[in-house]
C-alpha cells in the first residue's frame, strides 16, 4: 500500500538571492529535514522583493502544496516585508505580537535602534510562532505557510523546532544509490523500464566525470525500504548485463 504523499514547495525572498550576492544554502538543509519528517519538497521558487510578486507567488504555493516555507525578508530593514506580504496573501491584519514585543524589549537599545528591532514583531494576525533557537525573534506560521529567516543558522534553527505533529508528514523518504562507468544513454531505457514498473519510487540518473572515466549515478528515493532494496537489485543487474561493475559511495 502506498503512503500518503504529503508536499512542500520552498520561496527563497531577496533580492540578495538574485543578485548572486548571497548564495542560498537553506534549499538543502529544509529538503533533507522534511524527508525525515515525511514530506516531499517538491518545489522551489526564488522571488524578489517586491509585494506583488511575493504576495501573488504565497498565494499560488499554498493552494498547490500541503506545506510552503518560506525564507529571508523578516528582519530589521526596510526591504524586510515579507510579513506584510504574507498578511496581504491572507488577507488579514498585520499586527506585533506580544512575545516577540516583550522579547525584544528585553535587550535594551536606542530608541531608533528599538524601533527597526520592533519591525521584527510583525506577523500576520492569528499567527502561530515558529521557535529560534539561537535565541533572536521566532519565525511564525499561518495556516499551511511557514515563514522562516535566511541568515542560515537561524533558519536552521527554526527548521529543527519543527516536528512531524504541527507538519502532519508522512513516511520518512529514504534512499539508496549505485553507480557504473556507463554513459547516462547507454541506461536510459533500461532504468525507464525499472521506473515504469515501480511508478511510486523516484529513480533518477546523474552524470559524473572523473580522471579515470565518466559513468552515471543511479538514486533511488522512496518510503518503503523492502522496494528501494529491490529496485537496487534491478539496476545492479541491469549493470551486469552491460558487462560494468556496479560501485556504491
Not at 201 to 213: A, K, L, M
Not at 226 to 234: N, R
Amino acid at each position: 500500500m502506498a503512503s500518503k504523499v504529503v508536499t512542500a514547495c520552498m520561496i527563497i525572498i531577496g533580492n540578495e538571492i538574485l543578485s548572486g550576492r548571497t548564495q542560498d544554502v537553506n534549499l538543502n538543509y529544509l529538503a533533507k529535514a522534511l524527508n525525515e519528517l515525511g514530506v516531499r519538497l517538491m518545489e522551489s521558487r526564488i522571488v524578489p522583493d517586491v509585494e506583488s510578486v511575493i504576495v501573488n507567488t504565497v498565494n499560488e504555493c499554498r493552494a498547490n502544496f500541503d506545506h510552503v516555507f518560506t525564507t529571508g525578508g523578516i528582519g530589521p530593514t526596510h526591504d524586510d516585508i515579507t510579513a506584510v506580504c504574507i498578511a496581504k496573501a491572507f488577507d488579514t491584519e498585520i499586527v506585533l505580537h506580544p512575545e516577540i514585543v516583550k522579547m525584544i524589549e528585553s535587550r535594551e537599545a536606542p530608541p531608533e535602534v528599538m524601533a527597526s528591532r520592533m519591525l521584527m514583531a510583525r506577523v500576520p494576525e492569528g499567527s502561530r510562532l515558529i521557535e529560534n533557537k539561537t535565541g533572536g525573534p521566532p519565525g511564525f506560521q499561518i495556516e499551511n505557510v511557514f515563514v522562516m529567516a535566511g541568515v542560515p543558522a537561524v533558519m536552521q534553527a527554526m527548521v529543527d523546532s519543527l516536528d512531524k505533529e504541527r507538519l502532519e508528514g508522512g513516511d520518512p523518504v529514504r534512499s539508496r544509490s549505485i553507480g557504473a562507468y556507463l554513459g547516462e544513454s547507454q541506461v536510459a531505457n533500461a532504468l525507464a523500464d525499472i521506473q515504469n514498473q515501480h511508478a511510486d519510487v523516484d529513480i533518477g540518473s546523474y552524470p559524473f566525470f572523473r580522471q579515470d572515466g565518466y559513468g552515471t549515478n543511479m538514486v533511488i528515493r522512496g518510503t518503503d525500504e523492502k522496494e528501494l532494496d529491490e529496485i537496487k537489485e534491478k539496476i545492479r543487474l541491469m549493470i551486469l548485463s552491460f558487462g560494468a561493475d556496479p560501485f556504491e559511495e
